[in-house]
């Protein structure tokens, strides 16, 4: 079995706040790093009532200190939102305080609406095009500095943070090849373009410094209780709120249903059936059969998991009952 990793959007469900959904995501990112997972990453999402990630290097640093062994990462940071002298001391100071742990995935995308990506950008250009140039400036911060050079990332220069292009479509996925740069990519939300990207990245790559042959990650939704049957339900929550951002309104982690049809159109069910395509949800059995299945599939080198569950208890379990799927297909290849 590929290595398993966890995605937390640090997810707000509805009659709770900010707070404990951060919490929530310290005692998470602990379980995680028991039950064997090699990475525990937050992405950055702004103007959304149920997402608590917004200040994703704040909230890493917090996790961080609560942990000792897992890697901490952003999956991703919106690199136009911010100058990347900030992103490259803002992980540098992450790096220098918990050494050999730090992963920093980088994206294009704003991770917001226009008008929030304005608010974060009044004094940026935010220009999208920009990105390959921001991303090369960046990993030139964590460079030794060179003589003469008269702008230096303080904590941050010389020590190499490993960094990922995040992805989901084609563009990232070029990138990635062409820097030598390990690739993540969005397939738990836009699996559309997953193979084609894949193939690119592969076809593509040019060995780097950094390294020296391709690695992809892929992102899938997994869904584990005790039953098919409860599976099912806590999805509901992430295809209620998924239709809900897709239709302009996006709020808090709704609870589950027991029938989808109840509370979502056929249509809706339709169009979120497709952007949630790349999830496995069912019992440890169901589990294990679509996990095998989706790496086979891929050929994908690491899956980073992600999994909107409204009650913590049962997203908890969740992981719990994933760890052992997975301990179980690694001893049977291992065999």
Known sequence: MVPLSVLDLSPVVEGSDAGQALRNSTELARHAERLGYSRYWMAEHHNMVGVASAATAVALAHVAAATSTIRIGAGGIML??????????????????????????????????????????????????????????????????????????VPGEGLRVPVWILGSSLFGAQLAAALGLPFAFASHFAPDAMMQALEVYR???????????PHAMLGLNVFV?????????????????????????????????DDISAVLAPVERATIAHALRCAVVGSPETVRKGLKDFVI??????????????????????????????????????A
């Open 297 to 334: 599939q891929t050929g994908a080198d690491e899956l980073m998991v992600t999994a909107q569950i409204f009650d913590h208890g049962a997203r908890m379990r969740s992981f719990e009952l994933l760890a052992g799927v997975a301990g179980e297909l690694g001893a049977k290849a291992a």
């Open 203 to 213: 076809s593509r790559f040019k060995p780097s410094e950094r390294l020296d042959r």
């Open 225 to 257: 209780a005790d039953t098919d049957v409860e599976a099912v339900r806590l999805f509901s929550s992430l295809q209620q709120a998924f239709a809900r951002l897709r239709s302009g309104r996006p709020g808090k982690l709704p609870p589950p249903v």
């Open 80 to 153: 136009p939102n911010h100058a990347p002298l900030v992103i490259a001391e803002q992980f540098g100071t992450l790096e220098a305080l918990h050494p050999g742990r730090i992963d920093l995935g980088l994206g294009r995308a704003p991770g917001s609406d226009q008008i929030a990506a304005h608010a974060l950008r009044r004094t940026l250009s935010g220009d999208v095009d920009a990105f390959p140039n921001d991303v090369m400036e960046l990993l030139a911060y964590f460079e030794p500095a060179q003589p003469g050079q008269t702008v230096r990332a």
